[in-house]
């Protein structure tokens, strides 16, 4: 069964509200997660690092005031896109690794379609 | 910021074919890891190799960590159509649950029946 979890897995807003996505880590407790961005037929560029009770950390070129993160528990970090607008569609994952040494492995969630119109 | 070159960026290519992705970097990995995505899903670990040279088979699928650790590849032998997804190698910044995982470009393959 799936250890990360997404959600909503699809959602449509209109121009201009906001729109909070949800992580959680199923079986293990995770201090830190990760949020990306996937646009159509590309990669993933990480956005953010999400630290449990601390601020998160933004990768250059993230907006912090449009993406509010926010991990206030070990099991959920959330991501808000305030103010949407159409070139904030996109997919957005989520993941959390499940700590392990040299064998730690990320887990992804099931990501989150946002179409804003 | 190390960038993760992945060649070629699209492949299609018939059933029973064999096919080799590449993933190149200018810097050394400490380890370098493989995840298959398929359309609106997120990516799903194939392997992660740690030593320079290192082979790894997961059935038909072949991961080999370069020598210097800056570059490896990925062998498919006799593709199948279940095999299309989209291919990420990527480079975790450490070994701890705090690690970044950054990606690659991706290499977008398709097996036609």
């Known amino acids: 069964g799936a250890v990360v979890s997404q959600h909503p897995s699809r959602v449509i807003c209109k121009s201009g509200t906001s729109v909070k996505i949800e992580c959680r880590s199923l079986?293990?407790?995770?201090?830190?997660m990760f949020w990306y961005r996937q646009f159509p037929k590309q990669s993933l560029m990480l956005m953010a690092t999400?630290?449990?009770?601390?601020?998160?950390?933004?990768e250059q070129g993230v907006e912090k005031d449009k993406f509010l993160i926010n991990h206030a528990s070990l099991t959920l970090s959330t991501l808000t896109v305030t103010s949407a607008h159409p070139e904030d569609s996109s997919f957005y994952i989520c993941?959390?690794?499940?700590?392990?040494?040299?064998?730690?492995?990320?887990?992804f969630g099931q990501g989150t379609r946002l179409t804003v119109v | 910021t190390q960038l993760l070159e992945q060649s070629p960026q699209f492949l299609s290519i018939q059933e029973g074919e064999n096919l080799t992705v590449y993933c190149n970097s200018s810097s050394v990995f400490s380890s370098l890891q493989w995840y298959r995505q398929e359309p609106g899903e997120g990516p799903v670990l194939l392997v992660t190799v740690v030593t320079g040279g290192e082979v790894k088979k997961l059935k038909r699928l072949t991961f080999q960590f370069g020598d210097a650790r800056k570059d490896s590849s990925l062998h498919i032998t006799a593709a199948q159509p279940g095999d299309t997804g989209l291919y990420l190698c990527a480079s975790p910044r450490g070994y701890s649950s705090a690690s970044k995982i950054i990606f690659g470009s991706g290499t977008r393959l398709s097996i036609r029946p």
């Open positions: 079986d293990f407790q995770a201090t830190t």
């Open positions: 999400s630290n449990e009770g601390s601020k998160a950390t933004y």
């Open positions: 993941s959390a690794s499940r700590p392990g040494g040299m064998n730690t492995e990320a887990f």
